[in-house]
């Protein structure tokens, strides 16, 4: 029985106790008994939110905050600016001072009260957070994407080991467009597919500083750091700019590619494998803090003979098959496709229907952590696209092609390229 299903019965057996021993009659307002349409707060979806940058409260919080059955009860972030202006919000919201702010993430794991949480931090924290997480009897709503690819097939296990509901957190399943690109792929309405050609950003002009600054007072370094290497604090290393450093995240690659390359292989119908095949050209930073790739060409081949190709400098996917191409040409723009009748085509019953939720993840996580089924984008399918991010990395810092078994999940007689399947951590964090 899951933490929240525990924590429901004892709530239920609680008020039946209460009404029996009741010596007088109480009035009690009908919101609390969920009367008038209102859900009572027994029944609502307790959250905890883990980071609280940019990206953790105007697209996390914010779309939590308005859903009738969840109710958020604690914040956390080592930026204590950051987490007071996220408390403030869900004060303002609830009309009440009832939210708790901690620094420790650790602080909201051990609360029973609290059935789930939202994970939006930086990259390297992502897999350490969502098993203690776990462990600790929680469901978990993540940012993408993993660090390693040895991370991601922890993540899997620990989801199933835990019995837990895991949402990998990206919108793009959920929006119209992605959705049905990838219906029509896998309904055949190009033909078959056998080109898959995505456009992801460049990196920053600038390098960053890698110039040394004290440590501002309102940030917990050494817990920011969390479980990367030892480093002193510069500016260019936080907040929006961890995702140029392999110490924190994987690249733009990864950042962008964790989209993109979703919907790829969701039309590819390859969600739960991976191609056999990687080739890549790129370029590095030479100077400055910046480390991760700046631009670069990729090209993945399937074992069913698609080739994905892709290049820096858009946002782009197109799909191309024997009868005709299908795009989105860049982020949320309007489908096109060639011959135009593709567009209006219409999905027949007895056809392929993918699952989608168009609310939104935040919505589909919590519907899931009520029916206990598996979210639209589970910790497989995200594992499965973040390594194809990996693969990328990996291909272009040994500068060669590669082989890989997506079964076994290794690269097959390249010890080299194993090797940097996973990542050590600084001590005392490990999986």
């Known amino acids: 029985m899951s933490a929240l299903q525990t924590r429901r019965e004892f709530l239920k057996r609680g008020a039946k106790t209460s009404a029996v021993l009741a010596a007088f009659p109480q009035i009690v307002s009908a919101s609390v008994l969920g009367k008038n349409g209102r859900i009572a707060p027994s029944n609502k979806i307790t959250l905890g939110m883990i980071g609280t940058g940019s990206h953790g409260i105007n697209m996390n919080l914010k779309s939590f905050l308005p859903q009738e059955d969840a109710q958020i009860v604690a914040v956390c972030d080592v930026d204590r600016d950051r987490v007071l202006k996220a408390r403030d919000l869900v004060n303002e919201k609830y009309g009440n001072q009832d939210c708790a702010v901690y620094e420790d993430f650790r602080e909201i794991l ?85 080109t898959i050609r995505v456009t992801l950003p460049q990196q920053p002009e600038v390098p960053g500083d890698p110039t040394p600054m004290p440590v501002p007072e309102n940030l917990n370094w050494n817990l920011w750091l969390g479980p990367a290497p030892d480093s002193y604090y510069t500016q260019d290393r936080v907040h929006f700019n961890f995702r140029w450093h392999f110490d924190t995240s994987a690249g733009i690659i990864a950042d962008w590619g964790t989209h993109l390359f979703d919907t790829a292989q969701w039309a590819n119908d390859t969600e739960t494998s991976g191609p056999v095949h990687i080739s890549s050209r790129g370029t590095f930073w030479i100077s400055g803090l910046y480390n991760t790739p700046k631009e670069y060409h990729v090209e993945y081949t399937y074992a069913n003979g698609v080739k994905m190709i892709v290049d820096h400098g858009g946002t782009g996917i197109r799909c191309e098959g024997t009868e005709g191409w299908i795009e989105v040409p860049y982020w949320r723009a309007p489908l096109q496709a060639d011959p135009p009748a593709i567009l ?14 168009p609310q939104g993840e935040h919505r589909n996580f919590l519907n899931c952590v009520k029916s206990r089924k598996q979210p639209y984008f589970p910790a497989e399918i995200g594992h499965r696209v973040a390594t194809l991010c990996h693969l990328a990395n990996i291909s272009l810092l040994l500068k060669r092609d590669l082989d890989w078994d997506p079964q076994r999940q290794v690269f097959p007689n390249d010890p080299e390229a194993n090797r940097m399947l996973s990542r050590s951590m600084r001590s005392p964090w490990h999986l």
């Open 110 to 194: 051990i609360r029973k009260d609290i059935d789930a949480v939202m994970i939006s931090t930086p990259d390297h924290w992502h897999v350490p957070m969502s098993l203690m997480a776990m462990q600790s009897g929680k469901d978990v709503i993540c940012e993408k994407p993993t660090m390693t690819i040895q991370e991601g097939r922890d993540l899997v296990h620990a989801v199933k080991r835990n019995g837990a509901i895991f949402q990998t957190s990206t919108e793009d399943r959920s929006l119209y467009i992605y959705h049905r690109l990838a219906e029509l792929v896998r309904n055949g309405r190009i033909g078959k597919l056998h």
């Open 344 to 357: 209006t085509s219409v999905i027949r019953p007895d056809e392929i229907k993918l699952f989608t939720c």
